[in-house]
């Protein structure tokens, strides 16, 4: 019992997460062709994302065991508050457009935290919402309105 108390159960915990997923992505991308290091076929990254995720699982499990640490609280809000602006962001984007997706997903998102102000949260929306344009709608040409109306 007393080698129970020397872990430290929330980095344990994050290791048996990653390497859940790590298995479950290499497993899942064993489906694909791996193809060549000159030919890279579909499988290559997830599998090599798989392994990555594995190793670094690994390590964290093992980390656990090396020191101890109270349980931590887990704090929903921020999980509540970041998936309803991921959810708002994909209801609005092909209503209204890129930039007033953006917006709203940067203002939905300062709720995750206390400590924002309001002042500043819209300064960062009207910053960063123009520039995602530019990069994906601009540089990337992806084939997205900056504005749009529905019908």
Do not use: H
């Not at 108390?5 to 790590?22: F, P, Y």
């Not at 964290?60 to 640490?69: C, I, M, Q, V």
């Not at 602006?85 to 209503?95: G, N």
């Amino acid at each position: 019992m007393q080698i129970l108390k020397k872990i430290d159960r929330t980095e344990m915990a994050s290791g048996l997460l990653l390497l859940g997923v790590g298995t479950f992505v290499y497993v899942e991308a064993l489906n694909y062709r791996l193809g060549q290091l000159s030919s890279i076929g579909p499988g290559m990254f997830p599998q090599a994302l798989g392994v990555i995720l594995i190793i670094c699982g690994a390590v964290t499990l093992l980390a656990s065991f090396t020191r101890s640490a109270p349980l931590a609280q887990f704090n929903w809000r921020p999980m509540v508050v970041l998936s309803v602006a991921l959810m708002a962001f994909a209801v609005i984007l092909p209503r209204f457009g890129m930039i007033p997706a953006v917006m709203a997903l940067v203002l939905i998102a300062r709720f995750s935290e206390t400590r924002y102000g309001l002042l500043g949260t819209l300064l960062l929306a009207g910053i960063i919402a123009p520039m995602c344009w530019l990069v994906f709608v601009i540089g990337l040409g992806f084939p997205l309105s900056a504005f749009r109306w529905p019908r």
